[in-house]
């Protein structure tokens, strides 16, 4: 069963450090882009950062400067450092992945998600 697990979520003052990790299992022929979201309470799902194959990094603009996403192809996982954390940075944050998997007629790409992890910043 191919699944993406996530962790590294908790409380943090306003100033701090997380780093999310998110590991792909399963059999997996290989990882394509990468990305994490983030929803707050009363908010719609918004992209924080993506990570292609090839290593290129895209991020929203209220986190630039501040959170980096990184990848380690060799143990299908994707990281995202999250520095100088603000309130408004509270939400649960979703790992996004989209995979080419191995399936008896052949290879197939699918999207997966995470089960989200919590990330609250008290001010």
């Known amino acids: 069963q191919v699944q993406l697990v996530e962790s590294g979520g908790g409380l943090v003052q306003a100033g701090g450090s997380l780093r999310l990790s998110c590991a792909a299992s399963?059999?997996?022929?290989?990882?394509?882009?990468m990305g994490w979201y983030r929803q707050a309470p009363g908010k719609q799902r918004e992209l924080v950062a993506a990570i292609t194959s090839g290593g290129s990094t895209t991020y929203a603009d209220s986190v630039k400067g501040r959170f980096t996403i990184s990848r380690d192809n060799a143990k299908n996982t994707v990281y995202l450092q999250m520095n100088k954390l603000k309130p408004e940075d509270t939400a649960v944050y979703y790992c996004?992945?989209?995979?080419?998997?191995?399936?008896?007629?052949?290879?197939?790409?699918?999207?997966?998600w995470g089960q989200g992890t919590q990330v609250t910043v008290s001010s």
């Open positions: 996004n992945g989209k995979l080419t998997i191995v399936r008896p007629a052949g290879k197939a790409d699918y999207e997966y």
């Open positions: 399963g059999i997996i022929f290989r990882v394509n882009d």
